[in-house]
């Protein structure tokens, strides 16, 4: 079945299926780097939030197993069933700047890879990256999520940029705390993600620091952000005694290689853009390139 066809397919078999208890509409979400994501929208008639499900994956399912819409859509129910909200998360809370303040975070993603969205979001240039801003959401259940923060809703909270910028720093320290590490360290305690491929790939540096760390936050959610909070980079150079480059493994952690020799800039930039082709989603992509923090100047330098 074409691609096309199976959405509206399923979608049509869903809405009669949830006829009488919930709302079914086909989207596309758009997320990080431009990465869109055909789904079916659910959203139950006494509650005012929705649940997402992400169809390509059922069609590779559908194409896989030679199943029918039916059959598919038997799966994306289950699925729907085990995903729904609790009933005491209410998305009203969102209405009010003084309920979404004290959850306000910030994350860092790639300029160029998200001039449309950037169109539609508040958010501050950084170099060549850019700061937006997110709501986060916590519940046993489902863990951390969150909600990406908009320019309507600035204009319905009557905020500017700044204000998300000011309370997204004082919150950051206590909501996703920092996490440094040693290479060695992250790799035994994260053994279930992927392990990152720079640690065979750094050549040996004669008479410099050579060990490596990991910059995350407690979460590793959108820890690349942690670059972001006061006084950070300057105290890691101070503990260092050193300056170094920032390899930005993926928005959720950066790899730090302590060193006050320069020349090893292009090697660094052409491991990033390699680890980006062939080992990130895209929508995990935060840069093509390192960084430098220089320690004399106490100030953070793009490639």
Request: aromatic share 12%.
């Amino acid at each position: 079945m074409d691609y096309n066809l199976f959405l509206h397919e399923v979608t049509n078999e869903l809405s009669l299926r949830y006829i009488n208890t919930a709302k079914v509409k086909l989207s596309s979400v758009t997320k990080n780097n431009g990465v869109t994501h055909d789904c079916a929208i659910i959203t139950e008639n006494d509650k005012n939030i929705s649940e997402s499900i992400y169809l390509s994956q059922f069609y590779d399912l559908m194409q896989r197993d030679n199943l029918s819409v039916s059959e598919i859509c038997d799966r994306i129910i289950e699925l729907h069933t085990s995903l729904k909200a609790p009933d005491y998360i209410d998305a009203s809370f969102f209405l009010e700047y003084k309920n979404v303040k004290p959850q306000i975070a910030f994350k860092l993603v790639n300029l160029m890879m998200n001039k449309e969205l950037l169109k539609e979001v508040p958010h501050i240039i950084y170099l060549d990256l850019a700061i937006v801003f997110l709501c986060l959401v916590d519940d046993p259940a489902f863990g951390r999520g969150s909600i990406l923060i908009r320019n309507s809703h600035l204009e319905k909270w009557g905020k500017t940029v700044n204000d998300l910028y000011e309370d997204a720093l004082n919150n950051s320290k206590s909501l996703m705390p920092y996490k440094l590490m040693g290479m060695d360290e992250f790799l035994n305690r994260y053994k279930i993600r992927r392990e990152l491929p720079y640690e065979e790939s750094i050549p040996p540096l004669s008479g410099e620091v050579s060990n490596m760390y990991i910059l995350t936050n407690d979460s590793q959610y959108f820890g690349a952000s942690s670059l972001l909070y006061d006084n950070l980079l300057r105290n890691l150079a101070e503990q260092f005694k050193s300056s170094f480059f920032i390899l930005p493994s993926s928005v959720h952690e950066v790899i730090l290689f302590p060193t006050n020799n320069k020349d090893n800039l292009d090697a660094f930039n052409t491991m990033v853009r390699e680890v980006n082709t062939y080992e990130l989603r895209r929508e995990d992509i935060l840069s093509d390139h390192a960084y430098f923090y220089d320690y004399d100047d106490k100030a953070l330098y793009a490639s």
